[in-house]
């Protein structure tokens, strides 16, 4: 079983930057495809960012260019760094680990984006 614990949440104010962070107690981090999604207020859950063992990256439309997804294979962490934040960024931001047969989901972290 593999725990992910988010940090970094919070509230800022529109055009504000947050960094969230997922550690990953597993000793395969490296292996996993690393993912944030998002859950707004009455909303599905909805794919955010990806980032594979590769290093290769894909982001949903909405945040393109706005968050960067990132990893640090050495320390079991996976990092989402957001800029120019909008109200409609707000939401609870989950992290999951994915490998080839499981995965794995956080708690969840809150970010709220208001003035």
């Known amino acids: 079983q593999v725990q992910l614990v988010e940090t970094g949440g919070g509230l800022v104010q529109p055009g504000g930057s947050l960094r969230l962070s997922c550690v990953a107690s597993?000793?395969?981090?490296?292996?996993?495809?690393m993912s944030w999604f998002r859950q707004g207020p009455g909303k599905q859950r909805d794919l955010v960012a990806q980032?594979?063992?590769?290093?290769?990256?894909d982001y949903v439309d909405a945040v393109k260019g706005r968050f960067t997804i990132s990893r640090d294979n050495a320390k079991n962490t996976v990092y989402l760094q957001m800029n120019s934040l909008k109200p409609e960024d707000t939401a609870v931001y989950v992290c999951?680990?994915?490998?080839?047969?499981?995965?794995?989901w956080g708690q969840g972290t809150q970010v709220t984006v208001s003035s």
């Open positions: 999951n680990a994915r490998g080839p047969y499981t995965s794995y």
């Open positions: 980032i594979r063992s590769s290093d290769n990256t």
């Open positions: 597993t000793r395969f981090f490296s292996t996993y495809a």
